[in-house]
Each structure stands twice: as structure tokens, then as C-alpha cells.
């Protein structure tokens, strides 16, 4: 290809498109580095033909060339797999939380991404970043700062987080609103940790059945669990639709309390 068409930045993302849709990696490569200016729209080209061949480490590593990449490439880039909280993934999510406006982060999928991995890498003093920036805080920080809470044994922490929550909420009815499933499952192991298991039990009924997942399932029956709430723990179980293992599980952990 003459040199001259190296500068023609349309022509190079069409073609790098192309060439990636065929599977010819090595090609399109080699045309990406010999171009004079590289645009957002040719990274995202590339990284989308990376993932769409399974090639996600070199999808991430060409996104940490890009200086200040947008919000799409983020995106793509970040949403390439579930998180499952390696050190890579950490890296990446320090990255772009660092490079992100905290009172206006773009996207709520990323941002929950981002949170995704700050939570099964136990990383709160990045989440913590994320809380303290933002003008306007955000539900899944509250949710994920909560866990991680729980996770290191401060259950008064994520009591003291629950009411500041309180506070900053415009609307707040009853401790239910707005929670979503993640916020209301660390409240209540926070409530059953610190030796409140009628709170617990309280948020439980409050919540709709729409609401409530395995996790908060499993929550409440170890809640009933520690404090012998036989009958308690009988009526939650017995109302549950589907018994999933985990929910078996927790029901049989406390054996010498109570039996199915």
C-alpha cells in the first residue's frame, strides 16, 4: 500500500475494519503501526476486532496506550469479560476510575463494573476515592462500600455509612428505597453482625419479592441462623421459590440450632 494512504485516517479505520472482520490480525496490525495519526475511532476498531477474536489481552493493552480514551472505547474495553478481581483488572479499574470525573461518572454499567471488581479485589480505599469525590453520591458506591465493610469485620461502619445514606437521600422511605439488592443484603448482615437480628428481619419483610435475591436469602437464614430463630427461619425458607444450593446450604450450617 503506497505510504501516502497512511495519512488518510478514513481510509485506514475502513480498512483496519475490514481486515479485523476477516480475522486477519497480523494485517491489520501491522497497517494500525505504520499509521501517521492514530484516532479514537481506529483504537476502537482495534480493540473491537481484539475482543471479537478473543484476543482480549492485546485489547487491553493497546487500550492502555490510548492517553485519555472515551467513553465508548472504555466501555468496550472494560466490559470485555466478567470481573473476577485480578490484580489486572484492578489495574485497569484504578485506571479508569482515576481518569473519570467522580461527580459525573458516565456511565452506570461502568461504573458498576468498576465497583465489580474494587469489591472482589477488597479494595476500599479506591471505592472510598470513588465516595468522597462524587458531588451527588452514587447507589452502587453505598452498596459496595458496604460489603466491603462487612467483608473486613466493621459492621458499625456500614451502620454509620446506612445513616449518612439516610441523610443524603431526598426521598427516603423506610430503609428500603432505592437500596437495590446489594445495599439491602450488606444491611442486613450488618444488622445481624452487630447482634440486631429484628432489624434484619424487619428490612426483609419490607422488601418486595421482586427485590430479593439469593443473596439476600442466604443473608437473612444466617441472620436466623446465629440468633435460633427456628420459626423465622422455617417461614423465610419455606416462602423461597426456588432452593438453590447455597440456600440448602445455609439452612443445614447451623444444624445444632435448628433442623429442616
Not at 441523610?167 to 439491602?184: M, P, R, S, V
Request: hydrophobic share 40%; proline share 3%; with cysteine.
Amino acid at each position: 500500500m503506497p505510504q501516502s494512504y497512511y495519512s488518510n485516517t478514513c481510509l485506514i479505520t475502513s480498512l483496519l475494519n475490514a481486515l479485523m472482520k476477516c480475522r486477519d490480525i497480523t494485517h491489520a496490525q501491522t497497517i494500525f503501526d505504520k499509521s501517521k495519526e492514530k484516532l479514537s475511532s481506529m483504537y476502537e476498531v482495534m480493540i473491537e476486532g481484539y475482543i471479537d477474536n478473543n484476543l482480549t489481552q492485546k485489547a487491553i493493552d493497546i487500550f492502555n496506550k490510548i492517553n485519555s480514551p472515551d467513553e465508548t472505547i472504555t466501555n468496550i474495553t472494560f466490559n470485555t469479560s466478567s470481573p473476577v478481581g485480578t490484580n489486572e483488572e484492578l489495574n485497569l479499574s484504578k485506571r479508569i476510575s482515576e481518569n473519570t470525573p467522580k461527580s459525573c461518572f458516565p456511565d452506570d454499567c461502568l461504573l458498576n463494573s468498576v465497583l465489580d471488581v474494587f469489591l472482589k479485589c477488597s479494595d476500599l480505599e479506591d471505592t472510598q476515592v470513588i465516595y468522597d469525590s462524587s458531588k451527588e453520591k452514587m447507589l452502587p458506591v453505598y452498596a459496595v462500600m458496604m460489603d466491603l465493610f462487612n467483608a473486613e469485620m466493621k459492621p458499625s461502619e456500614t451502620l454509620n455509612l446506612f445513616d449518612r445514606m439516610k441523610a443524603d437521600a431526598e426521598q427516603f422511605l423506610k430503609e428500603t428505597i432505592l437500596l437495590g439488592k446489594g445495599g439491602n443484603a450488606a444491611m442486613i448482615n450488618a444488622f445481624g453482625l452487630n447482634g440486631m437480628s429484628a432489624k434484619s428481619i424487619e428490612l426483609y419483610h419490607q422488601m418486595s419479592l421482586e427485590s430479593i435475591d439469593e443473596m439476600i436469602y442466604v443473608g437473612v437464614l444466617n441472620v436466623c441462623s446465629k440468633s435460633i430463630l427456628v420459626d423465622e427461619a422455617r417461614s423465610v425458607f419455606k416462602n423461597i421459590q426456588m432452593k438453590i444450593k447455597p440456600i440448602y446450604a445455609t439452612m443445614v450450617y447451623e444444624k445444632d440450632d435448628f433442623y429442616l
